[in-house]
């Protein structure tokens, strides 16, 4: 915090971690201004929706029966499913509905993402907490779409030509895994794909004993639930 006391904040990201900074930084009233500088933006979900609290709308079978069917579903499930389309769509619409009007997305905050729920959960989307939601209202934030191009002096050049002013600059723009810590021999029986690895339940792999892999071949939408997961595959 004492970095960006008093100074202009450039966040480049919109995952987790991004939102996370942005969020510390501004309810704190720390940081002169702060801009959201991203690529694609994901869907950031109130702690409640319509006074629903999250945890009751999105953590309950009722919601779940709203997901697309799982790949071992019957074909008398996949029937069901077929049926019911329409209305789980107008569903995860109105759930999208709800979040643009209460967080005001647009407008020089987050634009809505172009993909949509319940798909964007799975791999981008987060929960966020109560200062999250109050930091989508907050004047000194400004989320731009868009890229580096250069640094100058007081700032930063995008690529669109804009200047915008920055004193820090943060890269929350995530990672990728590399397996190359695992022997030769061992990656090939892993058969690492380009997305990452194949595992049974997420953890563990088919052709090698003694081996799983914890937490880290699986992405949630809540850092909660993702060390809920870990807790309960680890426990004795």
């Not at 704190?28 to 702690?47: E, F, G, I, N």
């Not at 077929?82 to 634009?111: D, Q, S, T, Y």
């Not at 895994?177 to 695992?182: Q, T």
Request: hydrophobic share 40%; glycine share 8%.
């Amino acid at each position: 915090m004492s970095l960006a006391r008093g100074r202009r904040v450039v966040i480049i990201g919109s995952g987790k971690t991004a939102m996370d900074c942005a969020s510390g930084l501004l309810v704190s009233r720390c940081a002169a201004s702060v801009t959201l500088l991203y690529r694609s933006a994901h869907w950031p979900v109130p702690r409640s929706v319509l006074g629903i609290p999250v945890r009751r709308l999105l953590f309950s079978r009722a919601v779940a029966s709203m997901l697309p069917p799982y790949y071992t579903a019957s074909c008398v499930d996949r029937a069901v499913h077929a049926i019911v389309r329409p209305l789980k769509r107008l569903f995860w619409r109105g759930l999208e509905c709800a979040i643009n009007k209460k967080l005001h997305m647009g407008n020089g905050k987050l634009e809505a993402p172009p993909v949509g729920l319940p798909g964007d959960l799975f791999y981008g989307g987060q929960i966020l907490d109560d200062s999250g939601a109050e930091m989508m209202h907050c004047e000194q934030l400004t989320a731009i779409k868009g890229e580096i191009n250069k640094f100058v002096r007081n700032g930063v050049i995008l690529l669109d030509g804009t200047f915008r002013p920055a004193d820090v600059i943060l890269y929350c723009t995530g990672y990728k895994k590399s397996y190359d810590y695992l022997e030769a021999d061992l990656r090939l029986k892993l058969e690492v794909q380009k997305d990452g690895l194949y595992l049974y339940r997420n953890c563990l792999p088919p052709h090698v004993r003694h081996l799983a892999f914890v937490g880290s071949e699986v992405n949630t939408y809540a850092s909660i639930l993702t060390y809920s997961l870990t807790e309960f595959t680890v426990r004795p």
